[in-house]
């Protein structure tokens, strides 16, 4: 008798180390996700997508419920991101941030959504990564960007989510078609 031993990875342990640093972005009644990358005394940055900002300031609510205002700094509709700023009186957990260069091509990862406000769950899918350290330049500028390109299947409530490796650090963040007709 012919036995294969298949084995599956276990995400839990990288899900559980990163829940707290994934918000929901609420805006005009859509909701996305954000990741918390900075936090110096009250003042908290969240990347997340620019569909986010399109009507103006979205409300950010954590991980624990607790729901802010946010200030956009700044959004580029050609890379599909915006980093907003909160301020906040509660301790939050900024991700761990790995240099996608360790990333390769065919290594596992994980991308987490915000919780959905209704439910409390959040959407989580895996995938490998299929093209690691994609360079894209900008079609009017000289600035570049390291892509991952992965076969991971995304819903819009994690658009601008944590795209996570197996230890729960921060490897990139969900942006849809960035650079369409740039590259």
């Known amino acids: 008798m012919n036995s294969t031993n298949y084995t599956t990875s276990d995400y839990t342990s990288a899900i559980e180390k990163s829940r707290s640093s994934v918000v929901t972005v609420e805006s005009d009644g859509s909701y996305y996700s ?53 301020t906040t009186n509660f301790e939050v957990k900024p991700f761990t941030i790995l240099d996608t260069t360790a990333l390769a091509q065919g290594a596992n990862v994980v991308v987490m959504s915000g919780r959905n406000l209704t439910t409390g769950s959040a959407v989580v899918s895996s995938g490998i990564v299929s093209e690691p350290g994609v360079w894209r330049m900008n079609g009017t500028t000289t600035w570049l960007s390291s892509m991952l390109e992965m076969d991971t299947p995304i819903t819009s409530i994690q658009e601008g989510g944590a795209v996570i490796d197996l230890n729960g650090s921060l490897v990139g963040v969900v942006a849809s078609q960035p650079f369409q007709g740039n590259s």
């Open 34 to 86: 954000g990741i918390i990358i900075a936090k110096e005394k009250e003042t908290v940055h969240i990347l997340t997508t620019a569909k986010a900002t399109k009507n103006g300031s979205p409300n950010i609510v954590f991980d624990s419920g607790v729901r802010v205002s946010s200030t956009v700094i700044g959004d580029d509709s050609e890379s599909g991101v915006a980093l907003l700023q909160v």
